[in-house]
């Protein structure tokens, strides 16, 4: 019996707070590309596993490091003078009775892969330079995926939390929806000059939303300064008007604050990424596993991306974690938010959390005597559940950044 300890409090947004700050760093942020490297490795593991020898097998290829080239961009198309370099380190089993498993061949093909369908602007640079730095896990860890094969328990591979809440408010959904908007295909087809390396703070104070944009301009779809400065306005009213969908406070937008056209200095890229040049990335470094960077929020520092979804609670605890609050606010109108705490035990059943807590705030004139029965049960049918994760994650269904 899973030991569930539920409490309320009165307010647990902090879009009630005199400021509220969230970030997002976009899909071409090289923290962010480095965990869709280590995700995208991961969930190919998967399928290889799976394909070949009938189960998932054990990896955790959750470390990755993205070292920054050299560039000269240019009005009308520049040059990268060194290309980057990709490091996908971590543990997998790389044969299996037998079997070679070719993880350095799965390495390259899943990060040629991403970069070209991920980047737009990448596709014509010079190809990174990548480093598969993946050893053999440990005897045991692999024995537990033998046993959950056997007796179709799957035992949690570490003594981790995972932690989530809904819903998201104003701010976390207009700030998650901008830069999906920016980034997507729509867009890209329409402004090729904007890249992908998209970053966005938003600060709400004073019942006003202030937005700082950073956006990478690719320099051959740029003739010169006048039209670089013309794309920051189309910035500003591709971001105004879908927020206007969103939010009826006063926005301010700002794009690419940094730059100073009297020095000729602008946030110009070769590949719409600084990952060309300007910083490096690593994994779990960025947004949580709803995608967001939330400091009036309960977050953990678990780096969910490239471990794996069959044993490893640093992910599936987060994203559990993340869908029980939902559940229960979808689920149950006296709810107005919830957060949600798991914790577990290394070598113990995934779905048997060591500890399970529920924060809820209630509609007012509701008591949680009457639903306290529907809560245990709506979290009891979500850890039931997260088995159906694995399947989700290959699916693409469920996004870890």
């Known amino acids: 019996m899973v030991e569930t300890v539920i409490t309320t409090r009165e307010d647990l947004s902090p879009a009630g707070f005199a400021v509220e700050m969230v970030e997002r760093k976009g899909l071409g942020h090289p923290d962010t590309i480095c965990d869709a490297l280590a995700e995208a490795l991961s969930l190919a593991l998967c399928r290889y596993y799976r394909d070949h020898f009938g189960l998932m097998l054990h990896h955790n290829v959750d ?14 198309g520049g040059e990268i003078v060194v290309p980057m ?11 299996y009775k037998g079997h070679r498993v070719p993880i350095g061949e799965l390495v390259e093909e899943t990060v040629h892969r991403w970069l070209q369908e991920n980047l737009h602007a990448l596709q014509h640079e010079p190809a990174p330079v990548i480093h598969p730095l993946i050893r053999h896990g440990s005897v045991e860890l ?3 995926y033998e046993r959950q094969q056997r007796t179709g328990v799957a035992l949690a591979n570490d003594t981790s939390c995972g932690v989530g809440y809904a819903p998201l ?21 329409r402004y090729p000059a904007l890249g992908e390396d998209i970053k966005i703070m938003g600060v709400r104070q004073q019942a006003g939303i202030e937005l700082t944009i950073a956006c990478a301009l690719v320099d051959r779809h740029v003739r010169d300064a006048d039209e670089y400065l013309a794309y920051k306005q189309t910035i500003v009213e591709l971001v105004s008007n879908k927020a206007a969908g969103i939010t009826a406070l006063p926005l301010q937008v700002n794009v690419n604050t940094a730059d100073a056209p009297e020095q000729e ?5 070769v590949t719409g990424t600084s990952a060309e040049a300007g910083d490096d990335g690593e994994v779990g470094r960025g947004n949580r596993t709803n995608g967001l960077i939330t400091p009036g929020r309960p977050m953990n520092m678990e780096a969910a991306a490239g471990k794996n979804p069959v044993t490893h609670v640093g992910k599936l605890y987060n994203l559990t974690a993340q869908a029980m609050a939902r559940d229960l606010v979808d689920a149950l109108p006296e709810v107005a938010a919830a957060e949600c705490f798991l914790v ?36 009891r049918e979500r850890l039931e559940k997260i088995d159906q994760l694995q399947d989700q994650l290959l699916d693409s269904v469920v996004p870890v950044y």
């Open 344 to 379: 577990s035990r290394i070598g113990q059943p995934i779905r048997e959390p060591w500890l399970l807590e529920v924060r809820l705030q209630l509609m007012a004139g509701s008591e949680l005597t009457s639903i306290r029965s529907a809560v245990e049960a709506i979290a």
């Open 169 to 189: 408010d104003e701010l976390e959904q207009l700030v998650y929806a901008t830069e999906r908007h920016l980034n997507s295909p729509q867009i890209k087809h």
């Open 142 to 144: 692999v024995e537990l």
């Open 85 to 95: 370099e990709i490091f996908l380190a971590g543990r997998a089993t790389s044969s």
């Open 63 to 76: 470390k990755a490091l993205l070292w920054g080239g050299e560039s000269h961009p240019a009005f009308g």
């Open 265 to 269: 200095r602008f946030y110009l890229t």
